[in-house]
């Protein structure tokens, strides 16, 4: 079965680095992770995107190990604003070589004064 | 330039009764993705419409239907309601279905069923 597991949550206090890790045992071999910031009653809000290897923007940073098994967020200096609920977004293989876009269970992050 | 955008924003309905959810896709997008999102959870992928077809789906049974239109806009139908049925319903757009394709999401139908 296709599964994407993140830990359930994370305390940071303010202007500390965070790194949540998703792992994803069945991705399929071609397409990208896709990670995602959400608040409460609100549509999931796009964070960053990679195949591989370290991408970076003016938000976050995106590891992603030779196997593509797992995938790391990385959010420099967290403020208050960055308390929310954050999903990785994976292609998973299901049944034959059907692609079955698959959330993450979200981790919330919880930032403190 | 308008994102996606889902109508309406809240939605009560009965145990049985069928219900019809809309989404007008990000200018330059046209592929749709519609999500379930029940409360403390994930969203879960139910299907994905390109050139008026579905192209994928997940495991979410036949009362779930879609239809996209050729301005690329989609509806979610969902049949004979269940109080399981009570979620948030995503839409999600995105580009020409390639592997790169990042989605945007609307910001959702909450659906209440009584």
């Known amino acids: 079965l296709a599964k994407t597991t993140q830990p359930i949550s994370m305390d940071s206090y303010e202007g500390q680095e965070v790194n949540i890790t998703c792992s994803h045992n069945?991705?399929?071999?071609?397409?990208?992770i896709t990670w995602y910031q959400q608040f409460p009653s609100q549509g999931p809000r796009f964070i960053i995107q990679?195949?591989?290897t370290k991408v970076t923007n003016e938000v976050a940073s995106l590891f992603i190990p030779a196997d593509r098994k797992s995938s790391t967020l990385s959010l420099p200096r967290v403020s208050l604003s960055d308390t929310a609920v954050y999903y990785c977004?994976?292609?998973?293989?299901?049944?034959?070589?059907?692609?079955?876009?698959?959330f993450g269970s979200g981790t919330q992050l919880t930032v403190l004064p | 330039d308008a994102g996606v955008t889902q109508s309406p924003t809240h939605l009560i309905k009965t145990r049985g009764q069928q219900v019809t959810l809309r989404c007008s896709p990000k200018s330059g997008h046209d592929t749709v993705s519609w999500y379930q999102q029940a409360l403390g959870q994930g969203p879960q992928f139910i299907f994905q419409?390109?050139?008026?077809?579905?192209?994928q789906r997940g495991n979410f049974p036949d009362r779930f239907s879609g239809h996209q239109f050729p301005n690329y806009s989609s509806e979610l139908n969902v049949n004979a309601l269940l109080l399981g049925d009570s979620a948030l319903y995503l839409c999600?757009?995105?580009?020409?279905?390639?592997?790169?394709?990042?989605?945007?999401f609307g910001p959702g139908t909450r659906l209440t069923v009584l």
């Open positions: 999600a757009s995105s580009g020409r279905g390639g592997n790169t394709d990042t989605q945007y």
């Open positions: 990679g195949y591989k």
């Open positions: 069945n991705i399929a071999t071609n397409d990208y």
């Open positions: 977004l994976v292609p998973m293989l299901s049944s034959g070589s059907a692609r079955q876009l698959t």
């Open positions: 419409y390109y050139e008026e077809e579905e192209r």
